[in-house]
């Protein structure tokens, strides 16, 4: 069974600083998905990471994948308040292209000031 | 915005009943996907459909059915709500066009509860 998993759930940031969101699955994939939602809304897509090694950015947020380790990173830099939000990764149950895919529970942040 | 809508956007149904949810889309993607969200667990994926008359089951599919008889529409049906059901719901579908590829486009959500 292919799970993902997110640490941590909950994260409360001072604007400003740095910090990590990780996002764990327990099979082979090499597409990696990362969305943002705000309260009451649908899923926005921020990246799309297809292959080890991708590193993607916009803006204050950076997604890398490692394939080999099953993880992935998304790292935020010198956060700020318009950044709160909740942040999924899910990954495709195939491994492939076809969508289907596995959420993590999410990481709820709150950047203050 | 990949001009996805959900209809209705809300609902309150009793147990027992049939509820059918509608997902259009305009951009002629081919792959459609029924999730629903629930607090502490995320999106989990119901049915999916890779064309018209092309559906298949996901990870909950239990209680679930769907119906695509033209690309645009994706429809999904409770057959008799239950209280579990109760649940936010968001169509999505997939484009596959070089220079968007994988990229997953999410509806507004339909809430739904059952009482």
């Known amino acids: 069974e292919l799970k993902v998993e997110q640490n941590p759930l909950f994260l409360s940031m001072q604007e400003g600083k740095n910090y990590t969101i990780y996002c764990n699955y327990s099979?082979?994939?090499?597409?990696l998905y990362w969305y943002r939602q705000d309260p009451g809304k649908s899923l926005e897509s921020l990246f799309v990471?297809?292959?080890?090694?991708a590193v993607k950015q916009e803006g204050r947020l950076m997604a890398s994948l490692d394939t080999k380790a099953r993880l992935s990173t998304l790292h935020i830099t010198a956060a700020v308040h318009d950044l709160s939000a909740t942040y999924f990764c899910?990954?495709?149950?195939?491994?492939?292209?076809?969508?289907?895919?596995?959420f993590g529970k999410g990481t709820k942040l709150s950047v203050k000031p | 915005d990949a001009g996805i809508t959900q209809s209705p956007r809300h609902k309150v149904t009793e147990t027992g009943t049939p509820v059918t949810l509608r997902c259009h889309q305009t951009?002629?993607?081919?792959?459609m996907y029924w999730y629903r969200q629930d607090p502490g667990h995320g999106l989990r994926l119901i049915h999916y459909?890779?064309?018209?008359?092309?559906?298949d089951k996901g990870e909950v599919s239990d209680g679930y059915s769907v119906s695509r008889s033209k690309t645009e529409d994706f429809l999904l049906t409770l057959e008799s709500a239950t209280s579990s059901q109760t649940s936010v719901y968001f169509c999505?579908?997939?484009?596959?066009?070089?220079?968007?590829?994988?990229?997953?486009?999410f509806g507004p959500g339909t809430r739904l509860t059952v009482l």
């Open positions: 999505a579908t997939l484009s596959t066009l070089a220079g968007m590829r994988d990229t997953q486009y």
């Open positions: 899910a990954v495709d149950i195939y491994g492939g292209s076809q969508g289907n895919l596995i």
């Open positions: 459909s890779y064309g018209v008359k092309d559906t």
């Open positions: 990471l297809l292959s080890n090694g």
């Open positions: 099979t082979t994939s090499d597409r």
């Open positions: 951009e002629n993607h081919r792959y």
